[in-house]
């Protein structure tokens, strides 16, 4: 599977918003889901918990509503 805008005319294509559905439908079927991405306000809505990995080790874990009170987390870990 295939989700960038370079697809050639026999591969599958999905978007990444359909991925994001398919991704929140399966949460709410408590389908448990291993996702490791940047979209971290995308993230916030879909996770029930959350860790942070700094060079194979994990710093900081918790909940969505804990990372989004923890803004030195998001300043320290998370900003590119």
Known sequence: MRTDSTVSSNAC??????IWKCLTRR??????????DKHLEALMKLADRH????KGQVVWTGTSAALAAEATI???YLQV
């Open 74 to 76: 998001a300043q320290r």
């Open 51 to 54: 860790a942070i990995i700094e």
């Open 27 to 36: 949460n709410a079927e408590g389908q448990a889901i291993l996702l490791v």
């Open 13 to 18: 294509f999905i978007s990444g918003s359909e």
